[in-house]
């Protein structure tokens, strides 16, 4: 069992942890719906893209975390496990953009009620937040690993291209954006 990469992801879950409970509640920062949208969403992409060989990546999340790297000349076998999960990432961040313009669409047709905008606003924003940790905590190494297994040139290993990470940008900004126009009009602050 290769105890660093369990450690690894605790320690970085950890230290979110305890970041957000220095500050606040951590149950502020659990909302049913948005994880249900953020995992299954990314999970169903997945399945749609690759069929029944999605699976390889629920297996190999599991002997990525066990330590059972399986053999590293499978080359061809590695790659396409470092494909899915690059694919799983980004999924998953695409999602919460789509998510947190779901959010903003409930935001703002419930503008009259200020007891509804406060969870439309959590879906919009944990859907992002839950989409990035899929992917810094989950995609990225498991990628990462496969491609080293692969015997992948060191280019390779580059992290997805600035249009997700422009659109997780964009996203975000723009639900701070609704947040602060929020704030701004309203009469109950």
């Known amino acids: 069992m290769k105890l660093h990469r369990i450690m690894g992801v605790l320690i970085a879950v950890a230290s979110l942890v305890a970041a957000i409970a220095i500050r606040s509640p951590l149950i502020a920062y659990v909302d049913v719906i948005s994880v249900m949208l953020a995992w299954l969403m990314p999970v169903l992409l ?27 000349g499978e080359g061809e076998s590695h790659r396409s496990l470092a494909a899915m999960a690059r694919d799983y990432g980004q999924y998953a961040v695409l999602n919460g953009c789509i998510c947190a313009v779901i959010g903003h669409v409930m935001m703002l047709t419930n503008m009259s009620d200020p007891s ?21 905590l989950i995609a990225v190494p498991v990628r990462h690993h496969h491609l080293a297994l692969a015997g992948a040139d060191p280019a390779e290993f580059a992290h997805q291209g600035l249009h997700l990470r422009a659109l997780g940008l964009i996203g975000f900004s723009s639900g701070i954006s609704f947040l602060l126009m929020l704030v701004a009009m309203s009469s109950w602050v």
Do not use: H, M, N
Not at 50 to 57: E, K, Q
């Open 116 to 136: 509804a905008i406060g969870p439309a606003l959590a879906v919009s924003l944990f859907t992002i937040l839950y989409g990035f940790l899929i992917q810094l």
């Open 46 to 72: 997945l399945v749609v893209t690759y069929g029944r060989r999605s699976g390889a990546l629920a297996r190999a999340i599991g002997s990525w975390l066990k330590g059972r790297d399986g053999e590293p």
